[in-house]
C-alpha cells in the first residue's frame, strides 16, 4: 500500500532534550516536506527537500533540522526542544516539486513539558 | 505576501442540509489552488485541484469553485461521513511551497 509512514505518533520529552521524529515514503517520491498544524494558523511548512541531499528552509525552520540522506526517508530532528514546539507535525510527499498532490502521513503529536 | 482564509471557522449541518464554504486567497500569481479533507488523527487527504477562474471540479457530494479571488466547496445533501476538517491550499506560481488556510470544521449530524 503506498503510504507516508512517521513514527512516533505521541512523543512528550522535556526542553531541551533532542529527539527525532521519522517519516518514510514507499512511493519512490522525490519531494518530501515538514508541516507543524496548530490551531487556528491552518498547516506551515518547516523544510522541504526536491531530492536526496537537497533540502532546504519553510516559513517555519527555527529549531528544526533534516537530512535527506536515502530518497525515502527525512527524518526531522530538534536538537533543544522548546515548549513553543509543541504542535502536530506531518510528513507528506508528492513525485516531484512539480506535482500538485501531496500524500500526508498521519500526523505525530508532540508535547514539549 | 500569500495569504489564505476560510470562513466560517466551523459549521454544524443537519444530514441533507446543503451549504458551502469559503476559502478566499491573496497571492501574485496563482498555480493552483487545492482543497484537502483531513478527519480527526489522520493527515489531510486531496480532493480537488483549480487551476483559472471558472472551473469546477466534482467529487461525490462535493463541488469546488474558483474565482479570482476565492474558491468556494460546495456539499450537496451531506452524510455524517462528511464529517471532517476541509482545508485550503494555494501555491503561485513560481513557488515551491502550498500556503495553507486554517481550515473550516465541519460537522453532518444525522
Known amino acids: 500500500e503506498a503510504q507516508v509512514t512517521q513514527n512516533p505518533r505521541y512523543l512528550i520529552t522535556v526542553t531541551g532534550k533532542k529527539l527525532t521524529v521519522t517519516c518514510s515514503q514507499n512511493m519512490n517520491h522525490e519531494y518530501m516536506s515538514w508541516y507543524r498544524q496548530d490551531p487556528g494558523l491552518g498547516l506551515r511548512q518547516i523544510y522541504y527537500s526536491m531530492n536526496v541531499e537537497v533540502t532546504d528552509k519553510g516559513d517555519v525552520p527555527e529549531g528544526y533540522k533534516v537530512s535527506r540522506k536515502e530518497k525515502r526517508n527525512f527524518p526531522l530532528i530538534l536538537e533543544s526542544p522548546s515548549p513553543n514546539q509543541t504542535s502536530l507535525y506531518f510528513c507528506a510527499s508528492s513525485l516531484n516539486r512539480g506535482s500538485e498532490k501531496l500524500f500526508f502521513g498521519s500526523g505525530t503529536q508532540l508535547s514539549v513539558l | 505576501e500569500d495569504q489564505v482564509t476560510q470562513s466560517p471557522e466551523a459549521l454544524r449541518l443537519q444530514e441533507g442540509e446543503s451549504s458551502s464554504l469559503n476559502c478566499s486567497y491573496t497571492?501574485?500569481?496563482?498555480?493552483?489552488l487545492f482543497w484537502y479533507r483531513q478527519d480527526p488523527g489522520k493527515g489531510p487527504e486531496f480532493l480537488f485541484t483549480?487551476?483559472?477562474a471558472g472551473e469546477e471540479k466534482e467529487k461525490e457530494r462535493l463541488k469546488a469553485t474558483l474565482t479570482k479571488k476565492e474558491s468556494f466547496l460546495h456539499i450537496t445533501a451531506p452524510k455524517p461521513e462528511d464529517s471532517a476538517t476541509y482545508l485550503c491550499a494555494v501555491k503561485e506560481n513560481y513557488g515551491q511551497n502550498f500556503v495553507f488556510g486554517p481550515g473550516t470544521r465541519l460537522s453532518v449530524l444525522p
Open positions: 483549480l487551476y483559472s
Open positions: 497571492v501574485s500569481g496563482l498555480r493552483g
